[in-house]
């Protein structure tokens, strides 16, 4: 989802490197084809990132925000309730799966375990403090801290960190996918999880990010090619049309995956069997959101690169504007009111997601701490002994 994180967000995770990777470990910076071969966006050092997973974060990172918006709202309008459940069904999906195949080379590596709490735990911390802080000062209510319970957006951090540490895990299981798909199941009917870290999401969303761990950049080719393009037309307007027939008939709380079947009201079973259909959904409108995602070089390209800022700092906003009743006005309940709302979220996490925002709020989101950590004792020899070599040829 993001480059540290993800995301949410990208959230800020370790972003594989422009050489060549290990021996038999595909690089996600490898060309994804031969017929199309994205545009690159330069990185600092000479470093390149791939347009394609830029682009699909900062889109979905305005799907998430304008989804957030549209919550106050939807109650009003079967038409946004519709849109606003088919847009659920696959935002968070599409960044978990990015999120895992970002995490393809995650060990327990020092670097990548400091990388992994700099960019996901530190954040989570930080946040899960400021928002109950930013409840209290608002409201005046006394919303108490508790890192054991995320808050509102803070889930997916929790859950990122729980899946990069056990991605070591994945990679030794011999079917990975079934396997998650199973634990997601069996969470599903399992009301006694409780609250937690948000274990029932954490859960329930594990076979996306499996998924992620699993793909090659082939994969996403195949999902680009034109025909798919094409067929994703009459795909997303028939999602369309069934999302606006369920708003009376289904919960939209399972597309939430954080609750088990018992808990919304349903049989233990339906829990298996919603898991199922809602993935097969979800995999299904993700496949053609990313097949209009453009591999190239847009306006917005370099905004990927700051989707955790985006994901962390709209709630914000949207909390601010429920908190002072600014939903409740008549007018943004109607068609002019519910779009003007929507495009003020996709401009604000616009906004949030530019360099300079990323600057100020690098100090909670992408600290360095290097103050916290050991330093590495191999690493400090390496490099004195380059130094003594540079001294010797001087």
């Not at 847009?298 to 700092?313: H, M, S, V």
Request: glycine share 6%.
């Amino acid at each position: 989802m993001f480059d540290a994180a993800s995301s949410l967000g990208q959230t800020p995770q370790p972003l594989p490197p422009a050489q060549p990777p290990a021996p038999g470990v595909p690089g996600p910076r490898t060309p994804v084809g031969t017929q199309e071969r994205p545009q690159q966006a330069a990185r600092p050092g000479g470093k390149q990132r791939d347009a394609f997973f830029d682009n699909a974060k900062y889109l979905a990172i305005v799907l998430v925000a304008m989804g957030h918006s549209w919550e106050p709202l939807k109650g009003d309008s079967r038409i946004l309730e519709g849109l606003y459940t088919v847009v659920y069904s696959f935002h968070m999906p599409a960044f978990i799966i990015i999120s895992g195949f970002f995490s393809r080379n995650f060990d327990m590596r020092p670097d990548r375990l400091k990388r992994l709490i700099t960019g996901v735990l530190v954040p989570y911390v930080v946040f899960e403090t400021a928002y109950p802080l930013f409840n209290r000062l608002v409201t005046g209510s006394h919303e108490q801290i508790s890192l054991l319970d995320p808050w509102y957006l803070t889930w997916f951090l929790c859950a990122l960190f729980v899946w990069r540490l056990t991605t070591p895990i994945w990679k030794l299981v011999r079917h990975p996918l079934p396997v998650a798909l199973v634990i997601a199941m069996l969470a599903s009917l399992t009301p006694s999880i409780g609250d937690d870290l948000d274990l029932q999401r954490v859960l329930q969303f594990l076979p996306y990010f499996v998924l992620g761990l699993n793909m090659k950049p082939e994969h996403f080719q195949l999902v680009r090619r034109r025909s798919v393009r094409i067929a994703a037309v009459p795909v997303f307007a028939a999602a369309l049309l069934v999302g606006w027939w369920a708003v009376p008939r289904m919960n939209t709380a399972w597309f939430y995956h954080r609750d088990s079947a018992q808990e919304l009201g349903a049989p233990w079973w339906c829990g298996p069997v919603m898991t199922l259909a809602m993935m097969a959904c979800s995999l299904l409108l993700t496949a053609c959101f990313f097949a209009w995602v453009p591999g190239r070089k847009t306006w917005f390209t370099t905004l990927g690169a700051g989707t955790i800022c985006g994901y962390l700092l709209h709630g914000f906003l949207v909390k601010f504007a429920d908190y002072r009743g600014w939903f409740d006005h008549a007018w943004l309940h109607r068609p002019l009111g519910e779009i003007l709302v929507t495009l003020i979220a996709g401009a604000a996490v616009t906004l949030l997601c530019t360099a300079p925002v990323r600057r100020v709020f690098r100090f909670a989101m992408e600290p360095r701490m290097e103050w916290a950590f050991k330093q590495d004792a191999a690493r400090l020899a390496r490099e004195r002994g380059q130094q003594e070599r540079e001294k010797a040829t001087v």
